[in-house]
């Protein structure tokens, strides 16, 4: 893989629809890199947005954050990314249909 794949795999906003009333989103987004892979974390719009890159080891210290984003289904993932176990984007892409019935969003 010489170019990184990237989707948000969690977001407590995959499914608004125009009129929905607001929530305060939460993102999670992986990165699958040659170097290692990247865990995505933020929330916030605008100025009021905050977020970063983080290895999976850091990731899990933030679970919080992954349930307010509907994405707990990911720690299992993460947790293996953290041993250095390889994480195939199929396999995320599998689970993401699974649970939502469609392919996820770039990130």
């Known amino acids: 893989m010489t ?3 990237t989707r948000l795999l969690a977001s ?3 499914f608004r629809r125009d009129g929905d009333d607001f929530v305060w989103p939460y993102e999670i987004t992986v990165s699958l890199r040659e170097s290692g892979p990247v865990i995505g974390i933020g929330e916030g ?3 009021g947005a905050a977020g970063g890159m983080f290895s999976p080891q850091e990731a899990l ?3 919080a954050h992954f349930a307010k984003a509907q994405g707990e289904w990911l720690i299992p993932h993460i947790e293996r990314m953290a041993r250095g176990e390889r994480v195939t984007a199929e ?3 599998e689970q993401f249909e699974q649970i939502h019935g469609r392919t996820p969003p770039l990130g």
């Open 3 to 5: 170019t990184p794949w």
């Open 12 to 14: 407590n906003r995959l």
């Open 45 to 47: 719009v605008g100025h």
């Open 61 to 63: 210290g933030r679970r």
């Open 91 to 93: 396999e995320l892409v």
